[in-house]
């Protein structure tokens, strides 16, 4: 049977407790780890062992042989302060021959629970300055924290100098091998208290109990009126409803699913524009700040799960506002938030707050009188009557008329909002403001039509036998590629055929009659709009098309003539895009 003394352990000492037993293990003669001598110059430390030696021995007898396993235990023994390194320089197990260690004074366990403080902290310090400084320096860490407790015990350095100086009197009385364990043992011990800074302190247990529980238990048992409250408690508890453990569990796990969306620490796709866990940009605290003009969409999307969502935001609260401002209906939100002000606000306007609101919203005739039941506000009334001093109760004598207006806007305002143009205004232009835009159509998943099969110069289409050359049953013709346009554009302008065909549009011009509506031509089109090889998607047709212009009777033997028709239908600064023009071979 547990004793009301077992009550005052910390859960931690159990902890403890097992690692003194394995201490103990590590001790035994015949099954123990094996103990060296570290030889140092004119000094040797009796009883220690090496690195390798005690992850070994950890994985033998106490890790089922398993090296990772035993050096995370060895390190949580030389932090927790029950093995020491000789070298004081790493307080991390090593699997080492050449990192020494040793076992800590029992005298200096963490379970023994002394009381540390800065006097004694400051006499440790003190004492280490005042001796050897190439054996016993301080760091500095500890020379700063030594100026900073110099400052602090101005009053008493004098007491506590007198101190520092009688335990250096004591240490020079031992022998040479006692006062180098001495010190060893010390220093680490204050090494694991009061650890540099970067290192993890491992026995940080929080602040210290003014009472024991034993003596709790105690009082309670001789305590009567205790006792009755006690039993009237557990009968209210009785009669009250509770929820299943199971059902409530299901709640929790579907509330934790429902905003995990919108959860940029779990959530990369919510941290946008980028992750400030991750990057050093802080653009998404920016534009996440209490009062923005352009919410973002997760943020607009959030307010729709639940009123309280919406209310807690800075800019959702002033948006909602806003939109009763138009309903009329402005006084409820007012209401409602300075029913809150009025619970946080400090004892001095408390009273102060309590008048206003009175006086605003639940008297009778006034501008921002709020819409609740006549028992609702009689209720609030009577207690305004009764209540003449402040005290705790004070500041929620509101609570019935706030709970009502509460629920009137949530079940009736609050769905007006999220089906308003004002929501959806917002969503818009946050969608318009964050979303990036795509300048590039390289992502595109989208189907583009078939392309025409333009073939090149020496392709076995090129002299009018290929499919273009049974489609329009005129002669070849050549693609002039982007590259190529530069080179098109350097040849001399010398005499080409009057016959040839267009880009995507097929045309073949047999004469120019001096009217693009001439018979031939039109009969040329049409025959060539069934077509499908050629000319099947409009806007490649569009964009490979040779730009036209009015043709004027031309003689094929006159070289000028030819000359000035190449400048009118293949104009010199023609786009770099991939254009077919007339292949120049004849003359």
Known sequence: MMTLKHLDSKPRHLVFSKFEKLIAFMNDQKTGITLREKKNFLTTVHDSFTGNDFINWLTEHVCDNDPLEAVHLATFLVMYGYIFPIDMKSFVAK???????????????????????????????????KRNKQKHALEEYEQNTLAKLQIVFSDKM??????????????????????????????????????????????????????????????????????????????????????KLSKSLEIMFGNCEQY?????????????????????????????????????????????????????????????????KKEYSQENIRFYKACRQLVTCPTSDVNKWKTEIEKEFLTPGAACEVNIDCKTLEMVHQQLKTDKEVSSKTRYIFQPAMEHVYALMKKDSYVRFLRSDQYKLLIERS?????????????????????????????????????????VGGP??????????KELDDKPKTAVRTSYVGSDSSIY??????????????????????????????????????????????????????????????PLNVPRTNVVTPWEGES
């Not at 109990?209 to 009785?238: D, G, H, P, T, W």
């Not at 524009?273 to 998404?284: G, Y």
């Not at 992502?443 to 392309?451: T, V």
């Not at 730009?547 to 094929?556: A, K, L, Q």
Request: glycine share 6%; net charge positive.
């Open 260 to 324: 995990m969306k919108y959860d940029p620490l779990l959530n990369d796709k919510v941290a946008q524009p980028s992750n400030p866990w991750m990057t050093e940009d802080q653009t998404m605290w920016d534009i996440n700040c209490d009062m923005v003009e352009v919410p973002t969409e997760i943020r607009l999307r959030k307010w729709a799960l639940r009123f309280e969502d919406l209310l807690r935001d800075d800019t959702g609260r002033n948006e909602f506002e806003m939109f009763l």
């Open 476 to 485: 070849a013709y050549h693609s002039y590629s982007t590259g190529n346009l």
């Open 95 to 129: 699997d080492e021959k050449s990192t020494f260690y040793k076992f800590q004074s029992p005298y200096y366990w963490p379970s023994k629970n002394m009381k540390l403080s800065n006097e004694k902290y400051i006499i440790y310090l003190l004492k280490r300055s």
């Open 158 to 243: 004098g007491f506590l100098t007198k101190q520092a100086e009688e335990q250096v009197r004591q240490v020079k009385d031992m022998k040479r091998a006692d006062k180098v364990v001495h010190d060893l043992q010390e220093r680490a011990f204050w090494r694991v208290y009061r650890p540099p800074p970067g290192q993890v302190k491992y026995l940080d247990e929080g602040p210290a109990r003014c009472f024991q529980i034993s003596q709790m238990q105690q009082r309670k048992k001789k305590n009567k009126e205790l006792k009755m409250k006690e039993v009237e408690y557990l009968r209210q508890a009785i009669s009250k409803p509770r929820m």
């Open 431 to 471: 969608q318009s403001v964050f979303t990036k835009k795509r300048f590039f159509n390289f992502g595109s998943n989208r189907k583009k039509a078939p392309s025409p099969q333009v073939q090149r110069r020496g392709s076995a289409s090129s002299d009018g036998g290929g499919v273009e050359g049974e489609l």
């Open 509 to 570: 011009m047999g004469s120019y009659t001096g009217s693009s509506n001439s018979p031939s031509l039109r009969r040329r089109t049409n025959d060539l709009e069934g077509k499908v090889a050629i000319g099947s998607d409009p806007r490649r047709r569009s964009n490979l098309e040779v730009p036209r212009s009015s043709y004027t009777s031309t003689s094929t033997t006159d070289a000028a003539r030819k000359s000035e028709h190449v400048a009118q239908c293949i």
